[in-house]
């Protein structure tokens, strides 16, 4: 079965929903149903995780909360973007980035939003946009 049948088909989890939680409905924790709303979910596992917290895949992470203790400037957030793109690049290998945005909040100066407009190998016309807030705390 390919993976687009695999999402076509409302029986089928494709994964485990971010973030985890008892599932009423038929189960532990709540699945996802398509590929697209699925590394949804893996991107935002893959930015909020430390490089050497992942058991197994020290590698594996994008070091975003270690960079956010920095002081705000152009440089940090031309960092953060290059941290980002590469992390996807490597780990995710089937997402296409559309657009990236590393933009410090105009209301809460200890915030940075991260917004990702992406889509997949496989389907390349459909875009899904997640938005990171992270809070950095002493900026």
């Known amino acids: 079965m390919s993976v687009l049948e695999k999402d076509l088909n409302p029986n089928i989890n ?68 290059s941290t980002i793109e590469e992390a996807i690049t490597f780990w995710l290998p089937h997402v296409i980035i559309n657009k990236l945005e590393v933009i410090p909040d105009n209301v809460e100066p200890n915030q940075l939003n991260i917004n990702i407009n992406f889509s997949l190998t496989i389907q390349p016309n459909v875009h899904e946009t997640i938005t990171l807030s992270v809070d950095t705390p002493g900026l």
């Open 14 to 81: 494709i994964g485990i929903a971010l973030p985890m939680d008892y599932n009423d409905a038929g189960g532990f924790f709540p699945g996802t149903s398509t590929t697209l709303t699925q590394t949804s979910s893996n991107i935002k596992n893959l930015l909020l995780t430390n490089k050497g917290e992942r058991v197994g895949q020290p590698d594996f992470g994008c070091g975003l909360l270690q960079v956010l203790f920095e002081p705000m400037s152009e440089e940090l957030l031309d960092t953060l973007y």
